[in-house]
């Protein structure tokens, strides 16, 4: 009883009720709508045979006068059996005809009109289509004919149509079920999905038909979904590796900075231990604040401090400030515009992309360092290049990734997250990143960031 109760309760007996509904609404109508339509000809064929034999009895009236046609009438009551005709006088007496007077009802002129009447030597009523008529001498005039066959045959086409809405209700009945079974079935894939990912099945996916439906979009949808979490959770795997490898050493030069500090007596020893130790914690600071603005960066935290920037200003601005560094390495820094670009953008992050940019430059690449912005396809283009060896594509996608150092012994300093930030900050803007090697006169390494000039959510 209470599994009855949650069936009655359920989408399921939601939906038949509702096809059922729909079925008897739509059924309803028809029925209503043919019925007055057969009913309607039917009247109009009723009613142009009695007003036929009305024109016939006053043509008569009009030729031969009343006795003539007192004796026209006699003769078609004796031959119709049929046909209804009361010629009365002006008080309603009969004169000719087969009913005995005047239906109360009826007023001459009138229209036509269905009325219940006994004829003469009736023992029933029958039901009858007649008009009424007053002739110039007063007496009144009634001619119909017997329409019983016609409501017969209306009511016969109600009851068909009544019997075939009756029968089609367990067919919509079976043809809702079977919509409804065939919905689980798509609903169980997805269903069946999501329980083995909760499970721990994180390659598992929804199996699409191809067919483009609303249960194909939502399976591809939650397809991606899954993709985007399963690299998310290869990116925390990845991330939490290479967070431990990269805090050990820093952790294990504190540890052994503060255990020479705690064995020395040597004031100056001490002082530079401390300081030793300070500059360890402010590694490990940056480290984790710059893993923190990436994660946030890759949420979309951040895009309400937008604010519009003339990148060409802010770009050689960037220049300026590393043109000394660069000429103490012996090389030069350069800013190229081929477009003048204001975009919305977080002033701060750009910035620190940019830089880090550069100081990728400085640190691995080789020759004069160039800083370009040009636009193309619509977006606006910050490029950094030098004249080093670059990466190797299959190399890519693992360098912008955090901790993505492409140095297997870590020997180098740096903690891997200049290329992640750059990513994340494009992203963050709509946009993208590319690493580009060059080849022949072009020879050298650009990274580019591309950033639509469109809206951006």
């Known amino acids: 009883m209470a599994a009855a109760r949650r069936w009655a309760r359920s989408s399921h007996a939601r939906f038949i ?77 009969a004169i000719a005809g087969n009913l005995e007077r005047w239906p109360p009802t009826i007023a001459a002129p009138s229209r036509w009109t269905k009325i219940d009447l006994y004829r003469v030597g009736g023992d029933r009523p029958g039901r009858f289509g007649v008009v009424a008529e007053r002739l110039s001498g007063g007496e009144r005039l009634l001619a119909g004919h017997l329409i019983e066959g016609s409501a017969q045959f209306t009511r016969t086409v109600e009851d068909a149509l009544l019997t075939a809405l009756l029968m089609a209700l367990p067919l919509a009945a079976a043809g809702a079920w079977f919509v409804v079974y065939m919905i689980d079935r798509r609903i169980a894939g997805v269903t069946a999905t999501a329980q083995g990912v909760r499970a721990g099945d994180f390659g598992r996916r929804v199996v699409l038909d191809g067919s483009g439906d609303s249960f194909d979009q939502l399976g591809g949808t939650i397809n991606a979904m899954l993709d985007r979490i399963e690299a998310l959770m290869s990116e925390m795997r990845l991330l939490t590796d290479s967070m431990a490898h990269d805090l050990r050493s820093p952790l294990t030069r504190l540890r052994t900075r503060v255990d020479r500090a705690a064995l020395s007596d040597d004031r100056e020893a001490l002082q530079g231990a401390i300081e030793g130790i300070g500059r360890e914690a402010d590694q ?16 979309g935290i951040g895009r309400e401090r937008f604010v519009d920037a003339d990148l060409p200003v802010m770009l050689a601005d960037l220049v300026e400030l590393y043109a000394p560094v660069a000429e103490d390495t012996g090389r030069e820094i350069s800013l190229q515009v081929e477009a003048g670009t204001h975009l919305p953008v977080h002033r701060e992050l750009l910035g620190q992309a940019v830089s880090n940019l550069i100081d990728n430059a400085l640190k691995y690449g080789t020759g004069g360092i160039k800083v370009r912005l040009s636009e193309h396809q619509g977006d606006a283009v910050i490029a950094v290049s030098d004249q080093g060896p670059g990466i190797a594509p299959d190399r890519q996608q693992e360098a912008l990734r955090r901790f993505g150092r492409l140095d297997p012994a870590r020997s180098t300093s740096g903690a891997g997250l200049g290329l992640s930030l750059v990513s994340a900050v494009a992203q963050l803007h709509g946009g993208r990143v590319a690493l580009i090697n060059g080849e022949g006169e072009t020879a050298g390494f650009s990274v580019e960031m591309r950033l639509p000039k469109g809206e951006r959510g």
């Open 17 to 93: 009720g509702l096809i059922l509904l729909l079925e008897l609404l739509f059924g309803g109508l028809l029925l209503l709508s043919v019925t007055r339509l057969v009913e309607n000809r039917i009247n109009q064929s009723d009613s142009i045979v009695a007003a036929s034999l009305r024109d016939d009895l006053l043509a008569v009236a009009d030729d031969q006068g009343v006795p003539g046609l007192s004796r026209v009438i006699a003769k078609r009551i004796a031959g119709r059996s049929d046909e209804l005709i009361l010629l009365a006088d002006a008080d309603g007496r």
């Open 284 to 299: 490990l600071l940056a480290m984790l604040g710059t893993t923190l603005e990436i994660s946030r960066a890759e949420a």
